[in-house]
């Protein structure tokens, strides 16, 4: 399973972003899917997931409201829109996948990683 992660940029606080994940996992509808970040000099720590089972949907409370997750399984792809952009929102961004399905904010429960994508978010 590879995971590709994208959309990442410079934006200023209040700002947008939309970020992708593309996965090329043939079962991808059944597997949960995450994000998560990491800060320099802090542990990476989770953001939001959706369940392949129920759907559904887990958000860290710093993001609730601004940030939300979806997926396209048709296209084997999850997206993360986040509104209102802060400067402690700044980090890597990596997406990862649960094959067990249930969607978790514990970052030992993912299997597999994306590469990362950088959002710097300037005050």
């Known amino acids: 399973v590879q995971l590709q992660a994208s959309g990442g940029g410079l934006v200023q606080a209040g700002g947008s972003l939309r970020l992708s994940c593309a996965a090329s996992?043939?079962?991808?509808?059944?597997?949960?899917v995450g994000w998560f970040r990491q800060a320099p000099g802090k542990e990476r720590e989770f953001v939001a997931a959706a369940s392949g089972i129920g759907g559904n949907l887990v958000y860290a409370d710093s993001v609730k409201g601004r940030f939300t997750i979806s997926r396209d399984n048709a296209k084997y792809t999850v997206h993360l829109q986040m509104n209102s952009l802060k400067p402690e929102d700044t980090a890597v961004y990596y997406c990862?996948?649960?094959?067990?399905?249930?969607?978790?904010?514990?970052?030992?429960?993912?299997?597999?990683w994306g590469q990362g994508t950088q959002v710097t978010v300037s005050s």
């Open positions: 996992a043939r079962l991808f509808s059944r597997y949960a």
């Open positions: 990862a996948l649960d094959r067990s399905g249930w969607g978790s904010s514990v970052r030992t429960r993912y299997e597999f």
